[in-house]
């Protein structure tokens, strides 16, 4: 999963379509595999994704769903990182309407 988690977070900003196809992946892989953390970061990435392709309020309302998750199981730290994580997503997307990109735009989150 951490390969597939650190190529999506890359891939998010640079080819939508190879991004989805890790989605799909990570989704069917974890159909069989009980691990909720991994199940909560496909949430928040499906979010990203979604903000990414333009679907800024669903992919707002995953991303939130997913840090609720991990507040409410304790890993208030995570859900601090994510909620960070989310606004630079949004403050992102902003500034593509205006024509903006700035050379740390792109956010690349390693699992290690």
């Known amino acids: 999963?951490?390969?597939i988690w650190t190529s999506f977070s890359t891939l998010v900003y640079e080819d939508l379509?190879?991004?989805q196809q890790l989605l799909i992946i990570?989704?069917?892989y974890l159909i069989d595999h009980i691990?909720?953390?991994?199940?909560?970061?496909?949430?928040?990435?499906?979010?990203?994704?979604d903000i990414e392709a333009g679907h800024i309020e669903k992919g707002e309302q995953r991303v939130r769903t997913a840090i609720n998750i991990y507040t409410s199981l304790g890993y208030k730290k995570k859900a601090s990182d994510l909620?960070?994580?989310?606004?630079?997503h949004i403050k992102r997307?902003?500034?593509k309407k205006q024509g903006y990109k700035s050379a740390d735009s792109c956010v690349i989150?390693?699992?290690v």
């Open 1 to 3: 999963m951490h390969v």
């Open 109 to 111: 989150s390693i699992y």
């Open 83 to 88: 909620t960070r994580q989310l606004v630079h």
């Open 93 to 95: 997307q902003e500034e």
């Open 35 to 49: 691990d909720v953390t991994e199940k909560i970061t496909l949430m928040f990435n499906k979010g990203w994704y």
């Open 26 to 28: 990570a989704e069917k």
């Open 17 to 19: 379509s190879a991004a």
